[in-house]
């Protein structure tokens, strides 16, 4: 089915490991996003890319790097994991046209850092 | 910073109403809007976008309205039903940050049989 796929769907890591959360779409999507959902906080943009090769930061990128060598591919690095780390993650992504096309989501990875 | 207001933060209605959720946003200079809807749980799913230059979408029983200059948006759920329960999410998408949407924390919504 055409979507966004995200796996793991559930980790849970000890702090100071490191993992990637990986997130791929087939609809030919120029724009990706990684979103973190916290109680109260909504969503909030980590980092995002906007065609192979480029990305940039979002609002909350510290202690997480992202690449994307190919359009369908867009993994989430966590490099040293903490506590704070815990939260849902989301990935997203988007048909260039900003204006004409909204996002579609992945289910989501819910991590644990203990 | 674009900051987005969803009100009220939980609703809780008997089957057959109808009901609206606002949702309220500071910066005007939007590509468009986007209403979601979470289930416990789950992903987002979009129910409905709005772009800047519309003022309504309409998607069954939904009905989503865009006033721009005064920053807000409604979302209208006609005859409630107990499958409406979920989390509902707007999100906003600014001229001058790409692709970059801002959320509200979002309405709670149950539906009473």
């Known amino acids: 089915n055409a979507g966004v796929t995200q796996t793991p769907k559930f980790q849970v890591l000890k702090t100071g490991q490191s993992m990637t959360l990986q997130c791929a779409q087939d609809m030919n999507h120029e724009y990706m996003s990684w979103y973190r959902q916290d109680p109260g906080m909504g969503l909030r943009l980590i980092h995002y890319?906007?065609?192979?090769?480029?990305?940039d930061q979002g609002e909350v990128p510290n202690g997480y790097n992202v690449s994307r060598s190919t359009t369908e591919d867009f993994p989430l690095r966590l490099l040293s994991a903490a506590p704070s780390q815990t939260s849902v993650y989301f990935c997203?992504?988007?048909?260039?046209?900003?204006?004409?096309?909204?996002?579609?989501f992945g289910s989501g990875t819910r991590l644990t850092v203990v | 910073k674009q900051e987005v207001t969803q009100i009220p933060a939980a609703l809780s209605v008997p089957e057959g109403e109808n009901l609206v959720l606002n949702c309220s946003f500071t910066d005007s200079a939007i590509y468009n809007l986007q209403w979601f809807r979470q289930d416990p749980g789950k992903g987002l799913t979009s129910l409905l976008l709005i772009q800047s230059s519309q003022r309504e979408q309409t998607s069954g029983r939904l009905n989503a309205s865009l006033d721009k200059s005064s920053g807000r948006s409604t979302l209208y759920i006609a005859a409630s039903q107990p499958g409406d329960s979920a989390t509902y999410l707007c999100a906003v998408n600014l001229e001058d940050t790409g692709n970059q949407f801002y959320f509200g924390t979002g309405t709670s919504l149950t539906v009473i049989p």
């Open positions: 997203a992504s988007q048909k260039a046209g900003a204006a004409n096309y909204g996002y579609t």
């Open positions: 890319s906007v065609g192979a090769g480029i990305t």
